[in-house]
């Protein structure tokens, strides 16, 4: 089973980018058997997905958030990212990467709050 | 906007039997949407349970069970279990590829 760990800086401005990187172990993230995710919480609601990536360059997103989203790979690194772009408060999360479906994993998560 | 709606909440006595359902509202849900099911508990990362509507994991307990039930997905939890309070969410994909979660269900083992 690969393991994820999210990494990231906790406190992002209004406006700026929010970048989130996921570090995987015991597994290729250019394999075609993983479907690569980010799904966020924030505090005391629900689980959105954000969008996923599959076979390194097959995209897709969340209607919601597709204007702002944009999801990488970065096979040197076996790692792959979240960029989120001009955030506001309603971003605020903790923030999570995971393999979805056949094979399944999540990462701890990492909270991300947006504030000046 | 498409929307999946669980149950907010149920009860269940130690040892009974509970099931869960995922609706979405585009209409019935079938194999298609690849029906997943996650558990969470307080202060941690979610763990999946089911995948493709009943495919159980290596680590999923045997009284966990999904199925397509009236037109929505189900998660049946047979034998309930104290350690089994938590809150459980669905996943369904449209077009084989974008994930909505649903609103979740707040179980309870009283």
């Known amino acids: 089973q690969v393991q994820l760990q999210e990494s990231g800086p906790g406190l992002v401005k209004p406006s700026q980018t929010l970048s989130l990187t996921c570090i995987v172990s015991?597994?290729?993230?250019?394999?075609?058997?993983?479907?690569w995710n980010w799904i966020r919480q924030p505090a005391g609601k629900g689980l959105e997905w954000i969008g996923r990536?599959?076979?390194?360059?097959?995209?897709t997103y969340n209607p919601s958030l597709e204007s702002r989203v944009a999801i990488s790979v970065d096979t040197s690194k076996n790692q792959f990212s979240l960029t989120l772009r001009s955030v506001t408060a309603a971003d605020t999360a903790v923030y999570y990467c995971?393999?979805?479906?056949?094979?399944?994993?999540w990462g701890q998560g990492t909270l991300v709050t947006v504030s000046s | 906007q498409t929307v999946v709606t669980q149950e907010p909440s149920l009860t269940v006595s130690p040892g009974g039997t509970v099931t869960l359902t995922c609706a979405s509202s585009t209409g019935a849900v079938t194999s298609s949407y690849y029906p997943n099911w996650f558990q969470q508990k307080p202060g941690q990362a979610p763990t999946a349970l089911i995948y493709s509507t009943s495919n159980k994991y290596s680590w999923t307990p045997a009284r966990f069970s999904g199925s397509l039930l009236g037109g929505k997905a189900a998660l049946t939890l047979s034998g309930v279990q104290p350690e089994d309070e938590a809150e459980y969410y669905c996943?369904?994909?449209?077009?084989?590829?974008?994930?909505?979660f649903g609103t979740g269900t707040k179980v309870t083992v009283l």
């Open positions: 995971a393999s979805l479906g056949t094979y399944s994993s």
């Open positions: 996943l369904l994909y449209y077009g084989g590829a974008r994930g909505v």
């Open positions: 990536i599959y076979d390194s360059v097959n995209t």
């Open positions: 015991g597994g290729s993230i250019s394999s075609d058997i993983y479907y």
